[in-house]
């Protein structure tokens, strides 16, 4: 079997003209998809791509990266998601790590130019043998591992069909990239039929089916948003993918979409509901709302249930472990958001430095069990043994979130135990930050924390001591690190010091930042 390949064309024999996808206003249906993925699954053996060999996608939310991700999985290979955003620094360690051998990638995104930084860094990696450019406005290559979008598509013609990849246990759907604390990115091993079970078990809590339409503002590349999305598609539903959050359209698409399912922050909510005549736009199709990434008020939650009438699912979650624990109005209504509790289908465990459950009103690591526990961190057994632990001959994953065990058998988030800052939409690990900020010549020590923001939540603080006291200014680690990392990654402040307070040569955090925590 290959559950969600089998799912996805089952709805393409029974409903090919329905919608599957809709992204920046172009859509595809089922039988669109069936057939899309057949042809580019033959233009992929054609490459020599078969089971198991790794294909990058460095693409931004498209419907190429769409039919690309699952057209290898119908033959069994394994996607690399990559964020677009990711500059020469980040790509060099991602194309050392996952060994793809085809890479897909677009010309540019927002103010990254993706194809000279491929260009630039491609002669490093003898892995990769073909970078596919999605783009047709981009032609001027100058080398043979390049070819057009359209030359790949054609590569396929005449082919005899391969079936579909027969998936077991053990069979790695992708890997997906997140950045790593340590600086050094890590991939997660995601399990296919795992993930496949966690995605339909919370599509069934939720009581999903073929009439839902789905709008999210995620990312594809990210796993969060990918497998948000799937929750609709495997039940034969449609998914909105937003080019970004703008109030009066997303409110607008809601009415004329009759979109059934949302996800918001907290932050995003009060945007919203700050809409002068909010209240006359028509969002009585909506019957879930989604919140994560940030605590959210009982203020907020009460405004959508009782006056809008919208089921609030508040959720801690993890590209590690798909769905964790929920707060649901439904069930829940009557305690606070930031109380959590077990899925049907997960188990919760409170532990403490020795792995060892607390007791009930103390603090510790929170550690779940889905099926969709990654198998492990490729190639980083130091990070698996010390994350992806056996209980009951389960896989349960530490999350790194800080929880207190309370008398109900809920949890209550209390923070992170990672150095983790919350800026926008996206997680940023305060040690990678540092380890490209010290690739500045200019820079001796930093030190990366993060402050409050109205807007964006978080932002990112570097406390910079500089080589022989010379002045480091935003402006010019925004030239040079352009191109060279995630733009979202620059600090936002810069702080000079001539020292950083330090015990046994390590900085203290605790003299010169706020707390920082994710949620």
């Known amino acids: 079997m290959n559950k969600f390949i089998d799912s996805l064309y089952k709805y393409a024999e029974e409903k090919p003209t329905s919608t599957l996808i809709t992204i920046d206003g172009i859509s595809i249906t089922y039988g669109e998809f069936k057939e899309y993925t057949e042809k580019i699954s033959m233009s992929l053996n054609t490459l020599g791509i078969s089971e198991n060999k790794k294909v990058g996608l460095i693409i931004p939310n498209s419907l190429q990266w769409y039919k690309i991700f699952w057209s290898a999985i119908r033959i069994g290979a394994q996607p690399v998601p990559v964020d677009p955003q990711s500059g020469e620094l980040e790509l060099n360690r991602l194309l050392d790590i996952t060994d793809m051998e085809v890479c897909f990638i677009a010309c540019k995104y927002r103010n990254n130019n993706i194809l000279n930084t491929v260009k630039s860094i491609i002669e490093k990696h003898s892995n990769i043998k073909h970078i596919i450019v999605i783009d047709s406005i981009c032609t001027d290559f100058d080398t043979p591992k390049f070819m057009t979008y359209e030359k790949f598509v054609g590569l396929g013609e005449g082919k005899t069909l391969s079936q579909v990849y027969n998936v077991d246990d053990e069979h790695v759907m992708s890997l997906a990239c997140t950045s790593g604390s340590t600086g050094n990115p890590k991939i997660l091993s995601v399990p296919y039929n795992g993930f496949y079970d966690a995605i339909k078990d919370i599509s069934d809590y939720l009581e999903f089916d073929s009439f839902d339409t789905m709008m999210i503002g995620m990312p594809l590349y990210h796993q969060g948003g990918f497998g948000m999305g799937m929750q609709v598609v495997v039940k034969g539903g449609n998914v909105i993918y937003q080019p970004q959050f703008e109030p009066m359209e997303f409110l607008k698409t809601v009415a004329q979409k009759k979109v059934t399912v949302i996800q918001l922050t907290s932050t995003l909510a009060k945007i919203l509901l700050s809409v002068p005549d909010f209240y006359s736009y028509d969002m009585s199709s909506v019957k879930v709302c989604y919140f994560a990434g940030e605590v959210l008020p009982k203020e907020i939650a009460k405004i959508f249930v009782e006056k809008l009438n919208i089921r609030v699912i508040n959720v801690i979650g993890s590209s590690e472990t798909a769905t964790m624990v929920v707060w649901d109005s439904e069930n829940d209504y009557d305690t606070d958001p930031s109380d959590f509790r077990e899925l049907p289908f997960t188990k919760v465990r409170v532990l403490d430095e020795n792995d060892n459950e607390v007791d009930t009103g103390t603090a510790g690591e929170l550690c779940i069990y889905t099926s969709a526990v990654i198998f492990n961190y490729y190639k980083n057994d130091y ?3 010390a994350k992806v632990i056996n209980f009951d001959n389960k896989r349960w994953f530490k999350t790194g979130d800080l929880v207190e065990k309370l008398n109900d058998g809920r949890i209550r988030f209390v923070g992170r135990s990672k150095r983790i800052i919350k800026r926008g939409a996206n997680l940023v690990h305060a040690e990678e930050v540092e380890s490209f900020l010290l690739s500045y010549p200019k820079i001796q020590a930093v030190a990366v924390t993060a402050e409050d923001h109205p807007i964006i939540g978080q932002q990112i603080v570097a406390y910079i001591q500089s080589v022989g006291g010379q002045n480091v200014t935003r402006g010019e680690l925004a030239r040079y690190f352009d191109g060279k990392m995630s ?33």
């Open 383 to 385: 990070e698996s043994a």
């Open 487 to 519: 733009a979202y990654k620059l600090p936002d402040k810069i702080i000079l010091t001539e020292d950083l307070p330090k015990d046994i040569g390590k900085i203290q955090f605790k003299y010169i930042r706020h707390d920082i925590c994710v949620f």
